[in-house]
Nanobody, 128 residues
Framework: QVQLVESGGGLVQAGGSLRLSCATSGRTFSSYTMAWFRQAPGKEREFVAAISWSAGRTSYADSVKGRFTISRNNANAKNTAYLQMNSLKPEDTAVYYC???????????????????WGQGAQVTVSS
């Protein structure tokens, strides 16, 4: 059974930091693009960041560029993705989802429908 499991969410004050983790199991994701999306109440799910299978390429939404860092660890076939979030703002409050995209003609997409596997989400709340 394929699973992506997020952890590390929580409540933090504005200006603080959190680190999200996404643990994978059930198949090897070393060739997959890993990404983070988020969804705030009443809003559509939006792209946050993506990282290529080799970690050689990354992409970020303008709203998080310079504050968030995506990384991954493919060692020992564990294929874990991370999202380091610094200088958090109240508008970063959302449920954060980990996603995996199989290899294709484009290495990443900002559209949720392009991703094959999803985690259950982790709540991040930033207080002002």
């Amino acid at each position: 059974q394929v699973q992506l499991v997020e952890s590390g969410g929580g409540l933090v004050q504005a200006g603080g930091s959190l680190r999200l983790s996404c643990a994978t199991s059930g198949r090897t994701f070393s060739s997959y693009t890993m990404a983070w999306f988020r969804q705030a109440p009443g809003k559509e799910r939006e792209f946050v960041a993506a990282i290529s299978w080799s970690a050689g390429r990354t992409s970020y939404a303008d709203s998080v560029k310079g504050r968030f860092t995506i990384s991954r660890n493919n060692a020992n076939a564990k294929n874990t993705a991370y999202l380091q979030m610094n200088s958090l703002k109240p508008e970063d409050t959302a449920v954060y989802y980990c996603a995996a995209k199989s290899p294709g003609s484009i290495w990443y997409s900002g559209q949720p429908t392009s991703y094959d596997y999803w985690g259950q989400g982790a709540q991040v709340t930033v207080s002002s």
